[in-house]
């Protein structure tokens, strides 16, 4: 299937500073990109939707002002948590839709994820 | 609204039995697609089926087999012969068929296959 990296996979950062997440799709293009929250022994929750070029849609509770979506290029979206509490602490995992040689526009599939630890 | 319910959350078998993780979902769209999704200790989400709604064929892959009821809004995972490298925690997960629809997830139910 295909490949999305995400970067990097684990950071811990100090209360009140900024963390940049990356998200590539490597073999194909990225139309839409997912970021999703996870917290420990809980499901996914959709935090918003970017497609490439546009502002991203922010589900409804979701800061959009603390979570700062880029989606650039049909290749790289960024998450970046702005001024980070330990709340924020989460494992947050991004997915790609798209279209390319070895990706249909019906699959989602989904970065390593990355564990933030806000001390 | 779409919602996706997996009933079970914790399940424990000792290796070489079968064992049946259950999703129920419901949605208004006539059509749809439905995934189920491991995650494994290390975190991230390995793809195992998408299952479009038309298509009510069982399907079959090795040790894996997944039986959609469209009657009963049902897409059930069977993992026959267990193995402790099944153990995961199992998403099911619902979504629109437009290419940039978001997935709606379970809650996801932790497999332990025991030695």
């Known amino acids: 299937g295909a490949v999305v990296s995400q970067h990097p996979s684990r950071v811990i950062c100090k209360s009140g500073t900024s963390v940049k997440i990356e998200c590539r799709s490597l073999?194909?293009?990225?139309?839409?990109m997912f970021w999703y929250r996870q917290f420990p022994k809980q499901s996914l929750m959709l935090m918003a939707t970017?497609?490439?070029?546009?502002?991203?849609?922010?589900e409804q509770g979701v800061e959009k002002d603390k979570f700062l979506i880029n989606h650039a290029s049909l290749t790289l979206s960024t998450l970046t948590v702005t001024s980070a509490h330990p709340e924020d602490s989460s494992f947050y995992i991004c997915s790609a839709r798209g279209q390319g040689a070895r990706s249909q526009n019906t699959e989602a599939f989904f970065g390593q994820g990355t564990r933030l630890t806000v001390v | 609204a779409q919602k996706v319910t997996q009933a079970q959350t914790e399940i424990s078998v000792v290796e070489k039995e079968d064992v049946t993780l259950d999703c129920v979902y419901e949605t208004r769209d006539t059509t749809y697609y439905l995934f189920w999704y491991k995650q494994p200790p290390s975190g991230e989400l390995v793809f195992l089926i998408r299952?479009?709604?038309?298509?009510?064929q069982n399907e079959i892959s090795g040790r894996y087999s997944w039986n959609f009821q469209k009657s009963t809004s049902s897409f059930n995972f069977t993992i026959t012969a267990s193995q402790v490298v099944d153990s995961a925690v199992y998403f099911c997960a619902l979504s629109r068929t437009g290419a940039n629809s978001k997935l709606t997830f379970g809650k996801g139910i932790t497999l332990s296959v025991r030695p």
């Open positions: 299952r479009n709604s038309f298509d009510e």
């Open positions: 073999d194909f293009q990225a139309t839409t």
């Open positions: 970017s497609n490439e070029g546009s502002k991203a849609t922010y």
